[in-house]
């Protein structure tokens, strides 16, 4: 089973644990119904993803915890306060973290707790979850971090405790330099076993080494389109939860969600709901030509 955690952008702070289900733009998280515009926005654009993912592959709909969440912390205390205590009793095989405030002692709770499940989850961090890892040192607890080229620059920079103070040097960078960040954020140990970096080209890393690069479709309209970077971590969480090894399943979803932005025809204006609605298609297209 996959789980998928985050916060959503409303004064809501109530917890919601619930299959996660998608009927055009209508989502529901349980019993929680999902406003259509926050559709495009983070967590919710992975999670959408995600079911696009599961329904093509045939299996059922992820799990998701989620909370309210302006900033304040208050529903980002209730998601880890459920990851820590609750979420080992429905045995997912992979958890998702993404948009949840970084609160160290509670998300330091749930990591140190997922070592004594029945069976040990694969863990995935994008966003924010990714960062507070590394904050906190504990980025070989994780199996497979999603950054973009900003986070790779803040992971391989051995000394910032918070991607504000990023050395110029590192962050200020040509996404041509990724590879040079990757060997230097594994060198820092400033990750986990596997990575898929998310950019104009993606890179799937296995231990250090680059095993492969994906840059087609290339679609520069869909550099500034909100949310694909998401709609890559939904999906690789989902073939990674229907068995697909890592390294295959960063190669699949890297060709899938740009074949799916290929299909949405997107100009700058697009929306990633637009480009979610063609997931499915591309999901199932990919995988018969591997």
């Known amino acids: ?57 045939g299996g059922e709909p992820p799990m998701s915890v989620v909370a309210g969440d302006l900033g304040e912390g208050a529903g980002s205390k209730l998601v880890y306060q459920y990851l820590t205590e609750e979420a080992g009793g429905l045995g997912p095989s992979i958890v998702t973290l993404h948009y949840i405030l970084p609160l160290r002692n509670e998300f330091l709770g749930f990591v140190e707790m997922a070592d004594y499940w029945a069976k040990r989850p694969f863990l995935v961090a994008d966003a924010g979850a990714l960062l507070i890892a590394k904050a906190t040192r504990v980025c070989d607890k994780f199996d497979l971090f999603t950054p973009d080229a900003g986070e790779i620059s803040f992971l391989a920079d051995p000394d910032a405790g918070h991607p ?31 990575l898929l970096v998310k950019g104009p080209t993606d890179f799937i890393v296995e231990d250090g080494k680059i095993i492969h690069t994906v840059s087609e479709p290339n679609i520069p309209a ?12 939904g999906i690789v969480s989902a073939l990674i939860s229907a068995g697909f090894d890592p390294v295959k399943a960063g190669l699949i979803a890297s060709k899938a969600n740009r074949l799916a932005g290929a299909l949405s025809n997107p100009t700058p204006a697009t929306r990633v709901f637009e480009i979610v609605d063609h997931i499915g298609e591309a999901v199932r297209k990919t995988v018969d030509e591997q």
Do not use: C, W
Not at 11 to 27: A, F, N, P, Y
Not at 167 to 194: G, S
Not at 222 to 233: V, Y
């Open 1 to 57: 089973m996959l789980l998928l955690s985050g916060t959503l952008p409303t004064s809501d702070v109530s917890l919601t644990v619930g299959r996660v289900k998608l009927d055009g733009r209508r989502m529901s998280i349980g019993d929680r119904e999902v406003p259509p515009e926050m559709l495009s926005i983070g967590a919710t654009a992975m999670m959408a993803a995600a079911v696009k993912t599961t329904e093509a592959l």
């Open 164 to 194: 504000a103070y990023v050395k110029a040097a590192l962050f200020e960078v040509d996404t041509t330099e990724v590879p040079r960040l990757i060997a230097q954020a594994y060198a820092a140990k400033n990750t986990p076993r596997y």
């Open 222 to 233: 869909m550099e500034p389109i909100g949310g694909t970077g998401d709609t890559l971590t």
